[in-house]
């Protein structure tokens, strides 16, 4: 039994027999019960009664009525505790007991809890200003790397250029990123219109899509929301979804990105489609999700999935409805 109520409970029951045998015993002795000439059995039930159960009984039942409302008064607290610990988790800020009100046996846990949770996100914060000091360094040597791609013969300037655009859009994405998680604390975040990002994003996509044989277009299910981020870093997301979506589908197919209802973008592609679980492992840093000649970053889902959870949103699969992924937001 883990509850402490329950715990509680068991403990006075038992208490409360080995007491009454206790009592049972002394009264016996002090009234001759265990002698040669007891005295009779109705006298005997009465002394019982009056001596043994009934103290016993009210003794009981005060202690447990006062240990029940000590209880609830430590419950209320421990859960008001474990609320501000899950707000500071959902705006990755560490969790400070100092005004938690504790009882002194569960403080030590609380400040362990406490100190955990600040060595996490001080540790964050590192991961995140070395990406960010990172992507920031790498775009000037990718710089150069495009002009210098000038001096050399055409073919092989234009397989180069390949990667290193794709790899400068993941720098891009990085950053983006590390911007993404530096505004999630805000108290007062930016909005994004996720309807006017659905929008853009599919006018920018529409050439790729029609040099590669297919559509794109964009569909909005009123009504819309607006969720607190950065707009360059959900369209990038977003982005990121609609290429795959754009590989994903046959030639002559269609992709459809459509906003709503309510604060959701999904992307509806013309192949076969992901479930969840698939979509989960598709996450995971390096696994490509797409069709795209070997060789390309294989990042790109991964830094969507972060950069939607940074905003507070989910990627799931549309199955087994439709093909497609759709990023659901936290309505704020």
């Given amino acids: 039994m883990r509850s402490i ?14 007491s009454a045998c206790v009592l049972i015993i002394l009264v016996g002795r002090q009234y001759g019960f265990f002698t040669d000439y007891p005295p009779p059995l109705t006298a005997t039930w009465v002394e019982i009664v009056d001596h043994i159960i009934i103290p016993l009984a009210v003794f009981l039942l005060l202690f447990g009525a006062g240990a029940y409302w000590v209880i609830r008064r430590v ?9 501000e610990v899950v707000a500071s988790a959902e705006r990755l800020e560490s969790y400070d007991a100092a005004n938690a009100r504790l009882p002194a046996e569960i403080e030590p846990f609380a400040k362990a809890v406490a100190h955990l949770s600040e060595k996490l996100e001080a540790y964050a914060r590192r991961q995140e200003a070395f990406a960010a000091d990172a992507a920031h360094e790498l775009k000037t040597p990718l710089a150069i790397l495009a002009l ?16 290193l655009e794709a790899m400068t859009e993941m720098v891009d994405q990085f950053l983006l990123l590390a911007r993404s998680q530096s505004i999630s604390p805000l108290s007062n975040p930016p909005r994004v219109s996720l309807q006017n990002v659905a929008r853009r994003v599919a006018g920018e996509l529409a050439p790729t899509a029609v040099a590669e044989g297919k559509s794109i277009a964009f569909q909005c299910s009123e009504p819309t929301e607006k969720v607190p981020g950065l707009e ?13 979506a754009i590989r994903a589908t046959p030639s002559g197919g269609e992709v459809i990105i459509e906003s709503g209802p309510g604060a959701v973008v999904s992307v509806f592609d013309g192949g076969d489609g992901i479930d969840n679980a698939t ?3 598709l996450k995971a840093r390096g696994v490509r999700a797409d069709l795209a000649p070997s060789g390309t970053a294989g990042l790109g ?6 950069i939607a959870a940074a905003h507070g949103a989910e990627l799931h699969s ?7 992924i759709r990023l659901s937001f936290a309505v704020q």
């Fill in 279 to 281: 979509l989960d492992r």
């Fill in 318 to 324: 549309c199955l087994p409805e439709r093909a497609g």
């Fill in 148 to 163: 210098e791609l000038d001096n050399l013969p055409a073919d092989v300037a234009a397989r180069l250029r390949t990667q």
């Fill in 75 to 83: 419950s209320q607290r421990l859960k008001a505790a474990t609320r």
């Fill in 5 to 18: 109520g329950g715990q509680i409970a068991l403990g006075l029951a038992g208490a409360g027999i080995f």
């Fill in 301 to 306: 889902l991964a830094i969507a999935d972060r």
């Fill in 232 to 244: 360059e870093a959900v369209a990038a997301a977003l982005r990121t979804l609609a290429v795959n």
